[in-house]
């Protein structure tokens, strides 16, 4: 990745313009995530927050990654700003998402826990 970020300090310059070459080298973590996620055998749904400051390049590209990491979808939501209407397409994935077959399982034994 890209220079740290401090919390409490300015953002540095290069996460605050597009740079989707940097975005695109931290997708990984995003890949990772949703390969953990898929381990419990059910379809993935990434939410993608909404910045003011994000472009449709960054969007775009951030769903492009899901979904070739295996997300069953990836959606835009700005629920932050909007409250519950900011998260209704979201929500609507999630719901289709739930409704695909699925083989759930958990990935460790609960007489162990």
Known sequence: GGPPV????????????ENLELLEAG?????????????????????INKFATDTEAELA??????LDSGAFDAVTASHWAEG????AELAEKVIKACEQPSDFKLLYSVDKT
């Not at 300015?10 to 313009?17: A, D, G, K, S």
């Not at 590209?61 to 899901?66: M, Y």
């Open 27 to 47: 997708c990984c973590n995003l890949a990772r995530h949703i390969q953990n996620a898929r381990k419990f055998g059910v379809a993935v749904v990434v939410a």
């Open 61 to 66: 590209l951030v769903r492009e990654k899901a």
């Open 84 to 87: 519950g209407a900011g998260a």
């Open 6 to 17: 401090t919390p409490g300090r300015e953002l540095q310059q290069v996460y605050r313009e």
